[in-house]
């Protein structure tokens, strides 16, 4: 009899299971349950925007959201005049040399046939490659020449790609200027349609087309007559040698100022010799090339910090910590001062958006006294004692007498007051460390082991930390400067001076700019004094002339070994007193110059620790 095995064995087991599977296993029938927020708990916003907080009027988060504006707006002036700075010195040799080459060395160019090549060095960093570059491309199609073409890798993957991106820029370039009339704009227009429907675009279409239309078109009188053709390679390490190398020597054979003037510039991200170690000794043979290094990582941080964080037109302010993190980001990771300057709106944002007193840091207020009471005197009880929370307004009223910290404290008319004077006083006192910080840089960048550290930000990051320590530190650079070459020191006072005297007069800064030069002077009197031997004005040596001011003790020392012997024990006198003046004179420069260090170690204590700290 055969038996059959039902409702047992794995086949049933597996089955039941993906039945119970097919049963359980939707979650489009459930039901989800979401508890409503409660009217407190919604975010209540005012008509700019910016979310009210606690105990806060619709007058101060208006306020508040002005403030971050105003702020905001200072920081991308402050930015853009930075980068035109920090630019402006490449841009204007890359122009002069673009501009320059045809009228000064057509001659030598069309027997070399060479191309000129303007290589600029912009770093690593893609950002400040990128806005270097098309900083570079609007200044010279504004001021030197409308024909400009910017190529990059990802499109001109062969040679017909190349000519092909080439051709469609140059073509549609323009080159209407501002003294043709509309007949001849319309001509233009007509021209370049035409020449538009060129399928194929090679060398000897485009100096055709550059010969009936481009060379009419003029910016510039710089290149005898004839407008630049500017090609730009955006990515040069992206370029494939091989089409880069033929494109470059086929170019060679058309450079010719009336018949096609090219000039080439290399956008590179890391060094000058990548040139040869990508192009074939061929393609270089027939190249120019003029080399031009963008500012670099560390020197355009220091411009960051001194032309925007130790702005005095800028209210907002960073702790040290802050600055800390993102010169460490910077300089260890980025290499982009754009990253940087994300951060600082970060910063700005956060600050604006929770704390309920930054009201107070408002441009528009702090520049209109009678707006700043206007808003002082709606302050109400709560708000005062947020702002008396602040560690800022705690340390100002610890440093103050007794009964003047308990009118602080208890009188809400006596805060406001005082709050008015502090607000008026902010200005001045950043001017005054910006200014101070920047003589004692001059003073200390170039010590040994760096005290207060090479680096304008981290002398401003040492400012702000620690009291105790900036103490120690200066005491320490003054040990140093007392150590120091005369003509160091004296070079060093002088770009201390420099910046008191450029310092505007409501600082007060004119008086100990004087009293330094003063100073400074008298030091250097004493150091180019000369040496005289005794109170008498001159003496006579052996052979009868004069030792006066003019002989030194070399002359002294030459003039005893060849002297006779009756005459030695004077010379030999003579020259015992010429020492002893010199060790004298040292001795005295040695004073000037501890005395000078002390008052630079009083003046910059009281000024930065006491006032601006």
């Known amino acids: 009899m055969r038996r059959t095995r039902t409702g047992s064995g794995p086949s049933h087991d597996l089955a039941s299971r993906h039945m119970d599977d097919n049963e359980t296993s939707s979650v489009s029938q459930g039901c989800f349950l979401f508890k409503p927020r409660s009217l407190d708990s919604r975010r209540i916003r005012n008509s700019e925007g910016f979310q009210k907080l606690r105990n806060e009027s619709e007058d101060s988060a ?46 030598v160019h069309v027997s070399r046939s060479e191309v000129p090549v303007a290589v600029v060095v912009s770093g690593v960093t893609l950002t400040e490659g990128v806005g270097l570059l098309d900083q570079l491309v609007k200044h010279i199609r504004h001021h030197v020449t409308p024909h400009v073409a910017t190529l990059s890798s990802k499109d001109c993957q062969n040679m017909k790609s190349l000519m092909k991106q080439l051709g469609t820029q140059l073509i549609s370039s323009g080159g209407q200027t501002e003294d043709q009339d509309s007949d001849s704009e319309d001509e233009v227009i007509v021209l370049q349609q035409r020449w538009s429907r060129k399928i194929n675009y090679t060398m000897p279409v485009l100096c055709a087309w550059y010969k009936e239309t481009g060379s009419s078109c003029r910016i510039s009188d710089d290149t005898g007559g004839f407008p630049l053709v500017v090609v730009f390679l955006e990515d040069f390490e992206g370029f494939s ?47 120019r090339l003029q080399e031009f290094h963008s500012i670099s990582a560390a020197a355009l941080f220091d411009e960051f910090v001194d032309k925007v964080l130790l702005n005095s037109v800028l209210p907002f302010k960073l702790g ?58 709606k302050l109400s009880h709560v708000q005062l004692e947020q702002i008396r929370s602040l560690q800022s307004f705690r340390k100002f009223v610890e440093g103050s007498t007794p009964i003047e910290q308990k009118a602080l404290l208890l009188d809400d008319n006596h805060a406001k007051d005082t709050i008015d004077m502090l607000l008026a006083d902010i200005p001045l006192y950043q001017s005054i460390h910006r200014v101070v910080a920047n003589c004692l840089h001059h003073l200390t960048s170039k010590l040994p082991t760096n005290p207060l550290g090479n680096q304008l930000w981290e002398l401003h990051v040492g400012l702000l930390s ?28 002088d770009g201390c001076l420099s910046e008191l005297k450029a310092a505007p007069e409501r600082l007060g800064l004119l008086k100990a700019g004087i009293e330094l030069q003063q100073k400074i002077e008298a030091f250097r009197c004493q150091i180019d004094r000369p040496v005289t031997l005794a109170g008498d004005s001159c003496t006579k040596n052996s052979a009868g002339t004069e030792i006066g001011e003019e002989d030194n003790v070399c002359d002294l020392s030459s003039t005893l070994s060849t002297t006779t012997a009756e005459r030695k024990m004077k010379l030999a006198k003579d020259l015992r007193r010429a020492r002893n003046k010199r060790q004298s004179k040292a001795r005295q420069l040695d004073e000037e110059r501890n005395q000078l260090c002390d008052w630079l170690e009083t003046f910059f204590k009281f000024v930065l620790l006491v006032l601006c700290v």
């Open 62 to 107: 208006t306020t508040r959201c002005h403030g971050y504006e105003s702020c905001l707006s200072i920081l991308n002036r402050e930015m853009e005049a930075l980068s035109s700075t920090v630019h402006g010195r490449v841009i204007d040799s890359v122009c002069a040399f673009a501009s320059s080459y045809y009228s000064d060395h057509s001659e």
């Open 241 to 287: 040698p091989v089409v880069l190398g033929d494109f470059l020597e086929i170019c060679s054979r058309y450079v010719h100022v009336q018949q096609l003037p090219l000039c080439f510039v290399f956008g590179i991200r890391t060094s000058f010799s990548v040139i040869d170690q990508c192009l074939p000794r061929s393609a270089l043979s027939v190249l």
């Open 320 to 377: 040290h910590d802050v600055i800390q993190e993102l010169a460490d980001e910077f300089l260890l990771y980025s290499h982009s001062i754009h990253r940087v300057n994300r951060g600082l709106r970060a910063a700005m944002l956060e600050h604006f958006t929770k704390m309920p007193v930054s009201m107070l840091c408002n441009p528009i207020l702090l520049n209109d006294k009678a707006k700043q009471q206007a808003m002082l005197q």
């Open 466 to 493: 620690s009291k105790p320590m900036m103490e120690n530190s200066v005491q320490t650079v003054m040990d140093l400067l007392k150590q120091t070459n005369m003509e160091t020191l004296l070079g060093w006072l």
